[in-house]
T-cell receptor
Framework: AQSVTQPDIHITVSEGASLELRCNYSYGATPYLFWYVQSPGQGLQLLLKYFSGDTLVQGIKGFEAEFKRSQSSFNLRKPSVHWSDAAEYFCAVGAGGGATNKLIFGTGTLLAVQP | DAGITQSPRHKVTETGTPVTLRCHQTENHRYMYWYRQDPGHGLRLIHYSYGVKDTDKGEVSDGYSVSRSKTEDFLLTLESATSSQTSVYFC??????????????FGPGTRLTVL
């Protein structure tokens, strides 16, 4: 069965430090992968997505993610974190085709940023 | 931002009462989804729609029904609310192809409390 694992429930980093959020997926076919961010009390905003091609994907707000098929991973990175990046981050895999476009989400990683 | 609104944004109700949540879009997208978000579970798909009057079940559909009589509106109904349905509910829409590469855009959410 398809699944997404985000092993870190909560991460704290200092402002200006680098960030890497981990995501591992289990999916039999070619995965379509997404990262979303959710600020407190808000909906989910798409950060970036991977469908095919270059395995390093650039997103909004200075984020990037790298797809590694051999490790079944799609980790999210940012070289220098800003206080406004404090939020919850969700990794998801597109798990259907045709008329069954379904997203399977990980449980999320809550990011806190220290001044 | 995608034109998605949800109403109400907050609701408190009692066990056994019926509740209807509304999702309205202005994007004319064919696909619409209802998710619930609970701590430790991420987002889980309840029901989705791939056209007017065309709906199907998701991962956690028990106790929920949906209807879509117009392209722009997708209603989620809890026939008899239970405390286990206390959650934050998100509506999402996606582009017309419906494939796994579609990007889903999320509404602001409805916080439902069942006492």
């Amino acid at each position: 069965a398809q699944s997404v694992t985000q092993p870190d429930i909560h991460i704290t980093v200092s402002e200006g430090a680098s960030l890497e959020l981990r995501c591992n997926y289990s999916y039999g076919a070619t995965p379509y992968l997404f990262w979303y961010v959710q600020s407190p009390g808000q909906g989910l905003q798409l950060l970036l997505k991977y469908f095919s091609g270059d395995t390093l994907v650039q997103g909004i707000k200075g984020f990037e993610a790298e797809f590694k098929r051999s490790q079944s991973s799609f980790n999210l990175r940012k070289p220098s974190v800003h206080w406004s990046d404090a939020a919850e981050y969700f990794c998801a895999v597109g798990a259907g085709g045709g008329a069954t476009n379904k997203l399977i989400f990980g449980t999320g990683t809550l990011l806190a940023v220290q001044p | 931002d995608a034109g998605i609104t949800q109403s109400p944004r907050h609701k408190v109700t009692e066990t056994g009462t019926p509740v209807t949540l509304r999702c309205h879009q202005t994007e004319n997208h064919r696909y619409m989804y209802w998710y619930r978000q609970d701590p430790g579970h991420g987002l889980r798909l309840i029901h989705y729609s791939y056209g007017v009057k065309d709906t199907d079940k998701g991962e956690v559909s028990d106790g929920y029904s949906v209807s879509r009589s117009k392209t722009e509106d997708f209603l989620l109904t809890l026939e008899s609310a239970t405390s286990s349905q206390t959650s934050v509910y998100f509506c999402a829409i996606s582009e017309t192809t419906g494939g796994s590469t579609d990007t889903q855009y999320f509404g602001p959410g409805t916080r439902l409390t069942v006492l």
